[in-house]
């Protein structure tokens, strides 16, 4: 089935209103930007919420919706990552100075039991690591492409990738993901 | 060895991730929140900051000129913000002076009170009175707003200053100051009575100011009805919330 926002042409969606247009690119880009989200949180649920703040404060910056930036899935996905960093960090700081409540296990590994293999494998690398082989492998981009929206060179995306790899190779028959 | 691993993670990402779908149902909360995040902005723009200030003259000349800004009836309430409400030292970041608290479906909220130091995160002028609403214990920034400017200078007093919340979680919020006489607050929609508003009353060294709160789960034209002792209707503010706001 044909979904009615992949008809809408670049001219049409130019003369939406700005309610219509915001919906467009949500609904454009929202399952994309959600799997990133889950495969750097372990969360889906966490993911969701990660998503349309990252929309949120994405669309709510530019200044011409009327046309679909090129770049809006790496702006959003950058937001992403900005964001569960910052919630991490602040993890971080709550467990340093809560001690009693720290359980030593990090929210984002406890709601992956029901969850596929791969996702509970990635849990072990860093958030950067995982999103470099989300791009990587998932969406099939480019060293020159993740270099670019990493903001660094393509020798750090390889080594990147390289330390994801190895962490992977490590425990991936233990986990016995196929 | 690494081709055959970098194959092996493509077949599984590509089996776990592909059925997963974005939050489509989410739609209309997004296109809201985008359009608060951008009135918010536009807030601390130069064109806004202008308008304010030809406002702040009016103000001023309100208060040398005095000519009744006040609603009639309403006795004892002045167009200055109650500055001793105020966290002395400012904050935009969820400080400020809790006022109000309670429990709602089992998650505690509180209200609180503060002025901004600075116009960050597009949050009103600088000495701006400001309530601030979070649910729980949560970091500052989540279900978190601000009533920009609420009785300040430049906005005549009124009866009721409602602000509209709508938390990622949970139902809707309204909250916001009582002028007296008001005695009661009431949330109606479709025309009819949808929530009762909690009154709740913040003493301070020179004063005493009331604030109201009230959840719904409102999902189209909300007015926010303010009623006397004797259930005088004193004033009515509609708020457009939801779809199509």
Known sequence: ?178 | MSTKLEGQIRTALRHSLDPIRGDIGATQTVVSAVKRRRIAKWATTGAFTTLMSFASVFAWSQVFNPTPLQPPGLSGSSSTPPRSNSNPAGSSDGGGRMVASGEHEGRHWKLYAYTTDAPADGQGPNGDFCHAFRFGEESPGDDFTCGVGEGSPIFPPEYISPVWVMPRHGPHVFYGRVAPPVASVEIEEAGRTSAQARLYESQTDSESTKFFVAFAQPSDRVVIVAYDAEGNELQRRPMVVGPGD
């Not at chain 1, 992949?6 to 994309?32: G, I, M, N, W």
């Open chain 1, 1 to 178: 089935m044909t979904n009615f926002h992949e008809v809408v042409t670049a001219t049409q969606a130019k003369k939406l209103p700005f309610d219509e247009r915001v919906a467009l690119l949500y609904e454009r880009h929202a399952s994309s930007a959600t799997r990133y989200a889950i495969v750097l949180t372990g969360n889906e649920e966490i993911a969701r919420d990660v998503v349309q703040e990252a929309f949120t404060r994405v669309l709510g910056r530019f200044r011409r919706t009327r046309q679909e930036p090129d770049v809006l899935d790496v702006y959003i996905r950058r937001t992403i990552l900005n964001i569960w960093r910052s919630h991490l960090r602040r993890k971080q700081l709550e467990r340093r100075h809560l001690p009693s409540t720290s359980s030593g296990e990090d929210a984002t590994t406890t709601d992956l039991e029901s969850r596929d293999q791969i996702l509970r494998l990635l849990m072990i690398l860093s958030p950067r690591e995982r999103a470099a082989v989300f791009l990587r492998y998932y969406q099939d981009r480019s060293i020159a492409q993740i270099a670019q929206e990493f903001d660094c060179s393509h020798g750090a995306v390889r080594s990147i990738l390289m330390r994801a790899l190895n962490k992977l190779r490590n425990d991936w028959e233990v986990f016995d993901v196929h």
